[in-house]
């Protein structure tokens, strides 16, 4: 798996170099810097951090050299092949659709970028946006780390005999799927949400039979128990590739420290990393909308070390990473944290 996803990565760098050289945004041989490039591909503004953090990981790969803040090819990948797609997302263990899916994301970068149309749009076009979002979550990196969430929550203490469970951002309900699993014979009150009505009306469709389910929107970004959750109630909360999507995070982890109970958990995985397939493909759903405030910050995702930081300046016990980096499994920038309120 580590070696497909090395060549996903290699393949997606290739990517990135093609847009720039075929539209002229970086032309071989010309020193340009990261607003120069996104200017002369025409980038609409609110997708200018992707180009730039193209930039940053041409750099990194040792394609690009630097002086000051310009950049220019030291020397740029061959043509990214196309066809081997199918089998790289295959080896990885996503369904077939997501290659084609990538495959048309890539043809489509260069408008994408400029907001000629969306992502969104692009999605919507390939059936049920809640099973394309799913079928990009089924791979065996998300599935192994879904799995050791479950684990842990398993091993939570109710306060009162009935375990009372928030997940936040639920989606296409890979997390839930995995946690509902480990605490089938668990006495439990089980509130799935997210900020979508798509998701929590196709989470309640699917698990609406599970005992103890309550299905609801909740915003990261605002007030907990003005959404409902009141101080002190949770046992544990749940966030699957969620907590990213905070506008705040300070906020919002303080918002989820208040939800819990004194020594609840908060289980949550996230991408420690940008990943290069990714920064060509559903990163651009990252993006702020077209009329609202512009991403204060290019990167979407924090190191392990900073989500160390940030929990405990809002109350919490960092407890475990996993996995190592030293583990296999790490290379693919996963990782799942378990913090106590403290």
């Not at 993006?287 to 070390?305: G, I, K, T, Y």
Request: net charge negative; charged share 15%; aromatic share 6%.
């Amino acid at each position: 798996m580590n070696t497909a996803l090395n060549e996903l990565e290699q393949l997606s760098l290739g990517v990135m170099a093609q847009v720039l050289l075929h539209t002229q945004a970086l032309p071989l041989q010309v020193w340009r810097n990261a607003e120069q490039v996104n200017q002369a591909l025409g980038t609409a503004a609110r997708h200018a951090w992707v180009v730039r953090r193209w930039l940053v990981a041409l750099g990194g790969a040792g394609l690009l050299r630097e002086a000051g803040e310009r950049v220019a090819w030291r020397t740029p990948p061959p043509d990214p092949q196309l066809g081997e797609l199918p089998r790289l997302y295959g080896a990885l263990g996503f369904p077939a659709s997501m290659a084609r899916l990538h495959t048309q994301v890539i043809e489509c970068l260069p408008d994408l970028l400029r907001d000629q149309f969306t992502l969104t749009h692009l999605l919507m076009l390939g059936g049920d946006p809640v099973k394309v979002l799913s079928a990009y979550q089924h791979n065996h990196f998300t599935a192994t780390i879904n799995q050791a969430l479950a684990d842990r929550a398993r091993q939570i203490s109710a306060a009162d005999g009935q375990l009372r469970v928030l997940e936040l951002g639920g989606g296409a309900g890979g997390t839930t799927d995995a946690v509902l699993a480990a605490l089938q014979a668990c006495e439990k009150d089980y509130r799935f949400t997210d900020i979508s009505s798509l998701f929590t009306g196709a989470a309640h469709r699917q698990f609406r039979l599970e005992t103890g389910m309550q299905f609801g929107l909740l915003d990261l970004n605002r007030s907990f128990s003005g959404q409902g959750i009141l101080p002190g109630t949770q046992d544990l909360v749940i966030a699957g590739n969620a907590l990213h999507n905070a506008r705040d995070l300070p906020y919002s982890l303080g918002q989820i420290r208040s939800s819990l109970r004194d020594g609840g958990a908060l289980l949550f995985s996230e991408s420690i990393a940008d990943n290069p397939a990714m920064l060509t493909f559903m990163h651009l759903l990252l993006s702020p909308a077209a009329d609202a405030p512009l991403r204060p910050h290019d990167e979407a995702f924090m190191a392990a070390d900073a989500w160390d930081l940030a929990l405990q300046a809002t109350g919490f016990e960092l407890l475990e990473v996993w996995p190592r980096a030293c583990e296999p499994l790490a290379a693919a920038g996963q990782r799942l944290f378990h913090a106590i309120g403290v």
